[in-house]
């Protein structure tokens, strides 16, 4: 499959709300699935980052994450069915904007109900790293980017200058 363009900060596109998907759709789903899955790997070869991809990403306006860290997880139709009364504050980055970080605040533990390809309802509580990714993750799904959950004005720098941070990672 082909390695589809990131859309970048600043497309109207990013600011849509997807559309959940339909069981009828999971044959299309499965080549959106290798697009974002080639897609994320060019990223990784770029950038030397990239854990997950959302398909409004690339412009696919469906309710359809990627995560690839050790292995493949595919998340069709998710619902954030809980989130911690704790938060964690990090430096946030996205592809749509490879340069830049974002000092955000969100739930340091997360619940997540989502189908898999063969249609089947799993539930994943995550933490840490990985409560932050998946809430960025499904931000994207209903047109939500990091730059808009900025902690204030002073909560952007470019990763040339993660040097000059506190906690930049």
Known sequence: ???REILLLGNPTLYETSEPITKDELPAVARVIADLHDTLFAFRNNYGAGRAIAAPQIGVMKRLLYLHI????VFINPELVGKSNIFIEIWDD???FPDLLVRVRR???CRIRYHDLDWNEHEMTLEDDLSELLQHEYDHLDGILA???AID???FALKSQRHLLNNPE
């Open 147 to 149: 730059v808009s959950r």
């Open 153 to 155: 004005a002073r909560s």
């Open 1 to 3: 499959m082909p390695v």
């Open 70 to 73: 050790d292995r493949p997880v």
């Open 94 to 96: 996205c592809m749509c």
């Open 107 to 109: 739930h340091k533990a």
